[in-house]
């Protein structure tokens, strides 16, 4: 690494470090540090974990598994193990290991995937699911795969399978893995057809709050209007879990419509933080959605 990449990461550093900057900063600053990856960037991104924000946390343990190098490993491990840690925070840095698909994760995942917070214990037996499939996968089945245009590290393939009406009966069948719904879900997203989204925003009334988070999430990353409503209703219940309300105000923001702008306008003085930073964040998204004034840099391949 030359000297200018290296102040500039430590620039962007103090920037996502620094707590008395707007969300919105840092978080542009967390993935211009995914852009421009190494050692000494995970570095930056590590030393956020003690900060305050649920919502930052999650993000850093996100970016550090879409980044995929297992120097990130320690901190994710430990991460997840710190039960100090807010949950949605734990569940993340379980999905990051799942990410980064290394078989050193496999015994940590073991361990917490009878976590107490079923949110947790669920994405981890996901991790172990992916990792298991990326050690068996054969060369003919991941050729067969439908493309995936978001170029995410998702937490599981999509299915062989790219018939919409099945993927659907299989994306609602709560009898089904997790893992086999995930993979009806991220072939549905690479469909993208209105009925493909359609169906997806019916995931958001299933029992599973991972499962709504994720459905949540592959929303966003469409960008597709037809989600919209659904979005909405599961945002503004109060009941909903923080971590399903969190996605779906960044779904909101990719999307961008006028309406998604006034519903986030309503909840970004939420009394849940992480529902309100993720408001406040979504709106930035907004902005450059309808702008050229700023490269996101893929952040919103995520929408988180």
Not at 208 to 214: G, K, M, T, V, Y
Not at 258 to 287: N, P, T, Y
Request: charged share 30%; aromatic share 6%.
């Amino acid at each position: 690494m030359d000297d200018t990449t290296e102040n500039s990461i430590k620039a962007v550093g103090c920037i996502l470090n620094d707590v008395k900057r707007p969300l919105r900063d840092r978080f542009r600053a967390l993935f211009t540090l995914r852009n421009l990856g190494g050692h000494d960037a995970i570095d930056e991104i590590t030393k956020s974990f003690t900060d305050s924000s649920a919502l930052l946390k999650h993000e850093l343990a996100y970016v550090l598994g879409q980044m995929q190098d297992e120097y990130a490993l320690p901190i994710l491990i430990k991460t997840l193990k710190d039960t100090s840690q807010e949950d949605m925070v734990r569940h993340e840095a379980g999905e990051a290991l799942g990410a980064i698909g290394s078989k050193q994760a496999l015994s940590i995942l073991q361990e917490y995937s009878s976590d107490s917070v079923i949110e947790v214990a669920e994405t981890c037996q996901l991790a172990i699911s992916r990792i298991e499939w990326l050690q068996n996968v054969k060369k003919d089945e991941d050729e067969r795969l439908s493309h995936n245009p978001y170029k995410s590290i998702d937490p599981a393939p999509p299915a062989l399978e790219q018939n919409v009406i099945v993927m659907k009966s299989v994306l609602l069948n709560e009898s089904l893995s997790l893992f086999e719904r995930y993979r009806a879900m991220f072939s549905l997203r690479n469909d993208g057809s209105e009925e493909a989204i359609t169906a997806l925003a019916e995931g958001l009334k299933c029992k599973s709050a991972l499962f709504r988070h994720e459905v949540a999430y592959v929303l966003g990353q469409t960008q597709n209007p037809c989600g919209v409503d659904q979005l909405v209703i599961n945002l503004q219940d109060k009941r909903e879990n923080v971590m399903v309300r969190h996605e779906c105000a960044e779904a909101l923001g990719a999307i961008a419509t006028d309406k998604c702008i006034k519903v986030l306008e309503k909840f970004k003085c939420d009394q849940e933080r992480a529902v309100k930073e993720s408001c406040v964040v979504a709106l930035d998204i907004s902005e450059f959605e309808n702008s050229e004034q700023f490269q996101y840099a893929d952040t919103l391949s995520k929408v988180s």
